[in-house]
């Protein structure tokens, strides 16, 4: 028997319309599916209800996954696989397995001998990387830097060097409530000529992207970042 297939199937990041970011075929695949992993059982629905959907929502199975998800359960849920029963996994905002819990699944799926197939759709990490202007041919996404003030800018100081030292863009995200002090910290902490690029609300209705030397970011003006998923990224 053909196992099934492991689709990854990226998730809006933004109050975008569906079309602009998921591609038609993408929309249809996510649509037949009866069976989801997910980050996050309330966004998958929300997901889901903006596609054209083959079986009611309430038959469609969703089993949430955590970081402390045992690799034990994981298998039993990609379980339907070996009787060739496709599975979607999506994660809370943009590219499933990417900076995200689902990455075990994928590998489990790999070792069970199931096709994978990863959808074209949204990743802010590669739109901020495209939009910035900085070098795209080597970076590092760190996620989340420290939140504690001096271990915050001793880790943003090693990461400027590693990024002079292999001319590396250094990429890292902030919760949203945070996203002003730590703009702030990297205009402080940073030096004078290292730019930087903030994307914020990638896709998005207020979409905000800028790149600037930390000189220049200290005359600009910023809006208000708190209410948006935001990228920073800079490069020495």
């Not at 979607?88 to 943009?94: F, Q, R, W």
């Not at 990455?103 to 990743?123: C, D, F, T, Y």
């Not at 590669?126 to 760190?142: E, P």
């Not at 000529?193 to 030397?213: E, H, K, M, P, Y």
């Amino acid at each position: 028997m053909k196992k099934g297939t492991l689709h990854l199937i990226p998730v809006g990041m933004s109050d975008a319309p569906i079309e602009h970011w998921l591609p038609a075929k993408a929309q249809q695949v996510a649509g037949s599916l009866r069976h989801y992993i997910a980050e996050n059982a309330k966004t998958a629905r929300a997901f889901l209800k903006l596609l054209p959907l083959q079986h009611p929502i309430q038959e469609i199975r969703i089993d949430t996954l955590a970081s402390n998800t045992s690799d034990q359960v994981l298998s039993e849920w990609l379980k339907p696989l070996e009787q060739g029963i496709d599975i979607g996994l999506v994660s809370e905002a943009g590219c499933p397995a990417v900076a995200d819990p689902g990455a075990r699944a994928v590998l489990i799926a790999h070792k069970m001998g199931a096709e994978v197939h990863p959808w074209v759709g949204p990743s802010s990490i590669l739109l901020g990387l495209m939009a910035s202007g900085l070098q795209g041919q080597r970076f590092a996404f760190n996620g989340y830097a420290p939140v504690k003030t001096e271990e915050r800018r001793q880790t943003l100081r090693q990461w400027e060097q590693v990024s002079l030292k292999h001319d590396q863009t250094q990429i890292l995200i902030e919760t949203p409530y945070r996203n002003q002090a730590m703009l702030e910290t990297l205009i402080s902490t940073l030096r004078p000529q290292t730019r930087l690029c903030v994307a914020s609300n990638l896709t998005g209705s207020q979409q905000w992207i800028c790149t600037d030397t930390i000189n220049g970011w200290k005359k600009r003006q910023v809006p208000d970042l708190s209410r948006w998923p935001t990228l920073f990224l800079f490069h020495a």
